[in-house]
Every structure is written in C-alpha cells, then in structure tokens.
C-alpha cells in the first residue's frame, strides 16, 4: 500500500507514525516540512532509516512546473503545471495590494460543460486529490519566493464535483502547522451544484463562496450553463439565502458578459430583480467581461455596456464591480495554456 503523505492530516499523520513504532510528535515535524515542500528524504530532522522506511510506502505528489509564463504588464504568473501521471493543470499567480493571491485547480478539466469556457471543452479526465491542490500552493510559493495570503478556487474544474477532496484541502491548506492560510482568506467558485452548497454550510469553513451566474433567466442560462436545467436560477438562490443564513458568509456572484447574450440593460434589471427578491442585497456582483476562447464563438462585451450594466445594477442598490483582468498579454484566465498543450500533443 502507498500513501499519499501530503494529503494526511496531522491527526492522520500521527496515526501513520505510530504505526511505524514512532513517536507522535514526529508527525508534526513531518506535517510542517511537507507543507514547505521538503520531501521526506530531505527531512534532516529524521534519521535516515526513518526517512527510507517513510520513503518505501509513501507517494510524493508535489506537481511540476512545465511552462512558465510572466506578464510583462503586471508580472502576473501563469502555471502549466505537470501532475505524477502525466497529466496537466493550471495556476495564476497574482499581486494585488492586499497581498499574492493563487488561482487554483481542482481537477484536470470539467464535466459542467459551459458553453464560454476553455477548461471544459475536452470534459474532465479525474478529480485533484487534496495534496495536488495543496501542491499548487507550495510549488508557486517554491518558485516565486513569495508568501500566497490569498486563495481563488476558480481555475480548471468545479470544486464542489470534487466535493470531499475540497473539503479536505481546505482544512490542510488553513492548518496553523502548515501553510496557515486562513479560510476567510479563501474562495471557492462553483457554478451552482445545489446539494454540495447545503453540505457545505454545515462544514464550518468560513470561506467566500462564489456562485457564477451568468443570467438572470433559465432559458438563457440554461442554454451557457447546462448545471441550470438539474438547478434553476430560483434553486440556486434559494440555496444561497439558506447558505447566508447558516453561514452569515456574503455571496458573491459572477457574471460573465458576453455581447448580445446577456450584457443588455434589461437583463441587468432583471438581475437585480431576482437578486434582491431572493437574497436581498447581502451580496456582491462581480462583472467580468468575457475572454474570448475561439472554440466557443462568443465575443467579448464593448466598454460602453460593461459601464451600463454595473451602472443599471448599482442604481437598485446592488453592489457591483468589474473584475480587473491580469495578465492579459499572457493569456491568464484558465483552461487556455493546457488547451494549447493538448493540441500540441494531438498533433
């Protein structure tokens, strides 16, 4: 049997240990070395038979870096990151004032099947375990020398499709013994699995939940967003009222703007119709205008109806915002460089 170290948590890594005829507090030594991105051969701390005893039941999962590529306008950092068993995933460094924040993946592709994204265009092909989400983190903070304050789950994948192993990462990644990075820190997107957004208000993680919405009607959102016709627009508010209500955790909601299918004025009074009548104004809106994937044949929205929309849904008092996009000459929102890197592969 092989154990996947990084994916332990420290009561976990105790049990192992002692399994071994250790003491326990050995754990901790280990949990902390691994979450810095030292390997157990490397650990000094430990004698050497320990080290080979450890080494010859325990797999080593910290990802790959395979291309590498660097705004020249904000410095951002994209990450094509190679996992164990060949297969790749992506990562977005960002610096902001606040702090370094890190887009992560939660699984190689996505089975949600949105019709503007770049990540879902060949399906998914398998879940991250905890450890391959954890190792995105160490691997970027490894290689740019630089603290990450701040976590997006909103790179390839729907994390609440790879609910438990989320669930799991979250609490290895906030652990005071680790990285410590803490939950409020955090957010995870989903595009609106209902029953994974109940489980996850009874998890007590106080993390931001994002909810990308996309539209404000089912005809329209079912038609971007296949999740819609098992989870209607009136579904996933309702489940997100119930999540505020348990959790006391703002929402908020994304909204992707594509020309001429929902960036009129209307469908942003529609918007905001629908959102004050289900979760009232204990939200945020965050409009971002499409990055245009050529397979899709969507088009990305002029400034003028960017600037009508966020000024339509502020004006019924709902708080709204346009994402800044970084590291645009790099192609930095997800799905886009592991594309390229399949079609390299094909051909």
């Known amino acids: 049997m092989s154990y996947d170290l990084l994916s332990m948590s420290l009561p976990e890594l105790e049990d192992f240990v002692l399994s071994l005829g250790e003491a326990k507090y050995r754990a901790k030594q280990i949990f902390t070395a691994l979450h810095r991105g030292v390997p157990v051969a490397d650990m000094s701390n430990l004698s050497r038979p320990l080290r080979e005893t450890i080494g010859a039941v325990t797999e080593w999962r910290l990802p790959r870096v395979k291309t590498r590529l660097v705004s020249e306008i904000d410095g951002t950092v994209k990450y094509l990151f190679e996992l164990f068993d060949g297969e790749c995933i992506e990562s977005v460094f960002m610096r902001y004032e606040h702090g370094n924040t890190l887009c992560i993946s939660s699984q190689v592709g996505c089975r949600m099947g949105c019709k503007f994204c770049a990540s879902t265009l060949a399906g998914r092909v398998r879940d991250l375990a905890p450890s391959e989400m954890l190792g ?12 990450i304050s701040n976590i997006v789950m909103m790179g390839i994948g729907e994390p609440l499709d790879n609910y438990d192993n989320t669930v799991k990462f979250l609490r290895l990644v906030s652990a005071p013994e680790g990285l410590n990075i803490g939950l409020r820190h955090i957010s995870l997107s989903t595009c609106g699995l209902v029953p994974k957004i109940e489980a996850l208000a009874q998890e007590d993680l106080p993390i931001t939940l994002s909810i990308s919405l996309h539209a404000s009607d089912n005809e329209t959102r079912s038609a971007i967003m ?7 627009v009136e579904t996933l508010l309702a489940a997100c009222k119930r999540y505020f209500d348990k959790t006391g955790r703002r929402i908020s909601f994304e909204y992707t703007l594509i020309r001429g299918k929902n960036d009129d004025t209307a469908t942003a009074e529609r918007l905001a119709a629908i959102l004050k009548r289900h979760v009232g104004r204990i939200c945020h809106v965050n409009l971002i205008p499409l990055n245009e994937v050529s397979e899709t044949g969507l088009s990305a929205p002029t400034r003028e109806s960017i600037r ?10 709902i708080n709204a915002t346009v994402r800044r996009r970084l590291g645009s000459d790099i192609n930095a929102s997800c799905g886009q460089l592991r594309r390229g890197q399949m079609n390299k592969e094909i051909h």
Do not use: K, M, W
């Not at 995105?136 to 630089?146: F, H, K, Y």
């Not at 296949?226 to 209607?232: F, L, M």
């Open 136 to 147: 995105q983190v160490i691997a970027a903070q490894s290689d740019t020398g630089e603290r």
């Open 226 to 232: 296949p999740v819609n016709r098992s989870y209607p």
């Open 308 to 317: 009508r929309f966020r000024e339509t849904l502020e004006g019924h008092g």
